[in-house]
């Protein structure tokens, strides 16, 4: 009796503990999925472009680390300054078309720059165009802009983005500044059923020229909107891998606390039939 009991709480602890370990991988994958921008170079350019010195990140206040729960440190770069998350809309007639949340990061990765642009909302405009089967979002920054367009595909039923270009004059090295540009025209990303919205922490779209765009903790949709709110969502391929892992684990520790009960129960009555036959 005092044995079984002892087994389980040798099982439950040690089941904790596999779970602590399993929990903490989980994390640093997660990690590393989410802190792979490579090191933002927000550098002022030195007099090239319109925004003064003061429209940079002060690069002291870069300390507070958005996750504080990771237990070994990667070595890696440091978090990008400011990788922040936006919110854009466009709407026609006070019905909004395309809904869109997400921090977007322009990184280039040529022989002669490395560096990421990060785009902040509120020096933003916004303009687009609603459309049955199409609809266009423009997001417009003093440095650029990036556009995304949204297809509602009615022979396969799916809404997806279908488009994507980016425009960026911008000095990723002091005193000198580069114009950048591409599209991708043969997309079909981010695919949903009709009125559904999609997320994805983490989504990496290649644009040519060495040029990628980072666009992390996605949100959005378009089409078919009801009351003006995100659909039913649809979780990226990548993300639901995470979340599969995770029933492994808890099928795992069910399976485990069966076991320990059942040896608990099986040496109980041997224990007594013991006794009974003395
Ligand atoms: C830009 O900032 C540097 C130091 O951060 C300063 O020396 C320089 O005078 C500033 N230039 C302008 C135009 O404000
Ligand atoms: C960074 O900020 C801290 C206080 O927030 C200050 O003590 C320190 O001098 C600053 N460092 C630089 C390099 O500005
Ligand atoms: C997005 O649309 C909602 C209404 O649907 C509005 O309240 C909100 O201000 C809009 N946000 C932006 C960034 O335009
Ligand atoms: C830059 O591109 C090269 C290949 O051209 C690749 O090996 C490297 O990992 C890239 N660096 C970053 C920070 O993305
Ligand atoms: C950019 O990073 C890649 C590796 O990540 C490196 O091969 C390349 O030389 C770097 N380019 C510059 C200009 O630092
Ligand atoms: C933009 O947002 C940043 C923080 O995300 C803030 O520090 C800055 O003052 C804002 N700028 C304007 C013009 O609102
Ligand atoms: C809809 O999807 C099908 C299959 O992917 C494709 O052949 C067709 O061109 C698409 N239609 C439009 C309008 O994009
Ligand atoms: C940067 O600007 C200063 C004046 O603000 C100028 O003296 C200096 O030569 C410039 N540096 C470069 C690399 O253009
Ligand atoms: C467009 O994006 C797709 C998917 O990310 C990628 O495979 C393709 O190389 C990109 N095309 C260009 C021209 O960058």
Redo the contacts with the bound molecule.
Sequence with gaps: MKYGLLLITLCITATALTSGEYSSAYMAVGLDTTTHNPKTTTH?PN?TTPS???TTHNPNTTTSRPKTTVTTPIPSPTPPTNMAVGHYNFSKDGKVCIMVEMAIGIRVNTSKVNGTFIVQQNKTTVSGECGDKASTIRIIFSEGQFTLKFRNNETIKKFYVEYMDYDLTYAFKTGESNDYSGKNDSLELFSVEPGHSYSCQAETVYMGDGVSLDLTHNKFQAFDFKNNEFGPPEVCKADQHDYRVAIVVGIILIILIVIVVMAYLISRKRRSDGYQSL
């Design positions: 002022s007099t003064p010195n003061t």
